[in-house]
């Protein structure tokens, strides 16, 4: 990649207005993704003096500014108690410490990264991103937003609810890709998401509702494909078969194996 100028913005405003007077002109979270490509960027806009890099626990949600590292989200208390601490596993899970260190949530929400562990718990907590210059969105449609804009994301909000929460990733090393991850927060109602799949991660909808429908379901295992209400939302890629996949998520059972979503 090759960078010809760098601007640190003196305001949101700023950084807007660079934003869009150029399309080659990029914004940065940590650049360690940005940095593995071998495109041309004309002006790097660094949000880093603008205090984006905190967290503020509210009683109604937890909004993490947009520059907040991995490592800083990892260590915060708020977030290691937020439905069974779904959020710490999952992005605690990613490199090493170093890499974390530089990382933002920010640049995992925007790069909409088909594997990210980062998506899959924000979706299952019904995150909202918050925008410089365009009014709030669910991360749930966000996700479906085919067009690259020239968003500039402040934060990510997530609602403060009680209730009870677990994340997994497979993946074939500890700090590798994963081949598929789950998250699931237990409140008033269940979501499920379904991650690395290798699509992008999404809500397993008919399985909700058909917890939601009777609770009754909910330790019912799944005896088959046909019976999987998520099966075909699986898929192949290098890092894995699709049979493969739904060997993982307990579709697909022999005797031995045991599965993540039964
Ligand atoms: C070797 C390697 C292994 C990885 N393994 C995993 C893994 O196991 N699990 C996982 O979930 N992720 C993994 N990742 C992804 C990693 O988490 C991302 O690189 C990281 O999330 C990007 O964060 P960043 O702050 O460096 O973003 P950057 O690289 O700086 O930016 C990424 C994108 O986001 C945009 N962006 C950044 N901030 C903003 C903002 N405020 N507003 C608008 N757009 C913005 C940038 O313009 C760019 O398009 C891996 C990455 C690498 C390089």
Redesign the pocket.
Known sequence: MEIRNYHLATSLEDARSILEADPKN???????????GKHVVETMID?GGLG?DRIEAGNESILIG??TT?RTIEKNDAIKGLAGGILFEAVSR??GVN?RN???I???V??K?A????LTPLLALDATLVFHNRPDVSLKDFLKEKKKAN????GIRIPRTEGKGFFKKV?QTA????ILNVAIHKADTVRIVIGARPGVCALAEKAMARLDKGKKHERTPVRGPQKSPWANSLGDNHQASKAYRQALGGIRQTRTQGGLFR
Do not use: C, E, P
């Not at 914004?27 to 940095?35: C, E, K, M, S």
């Not at 700090?175 to 994963?178: G, H, L, T």
């Open positions: 990029v914004v940065f979270g940590g650049g360690t993704w940005l940095r593995q949000l984006l947009s520059m991995l990613i490199m890499f530089l990382a933002t920010g640049g995992s925007m790069g990264y594997f990210s562990d980062v968003d500039l994301l402040t993946s700090v590798d890709f994963s």
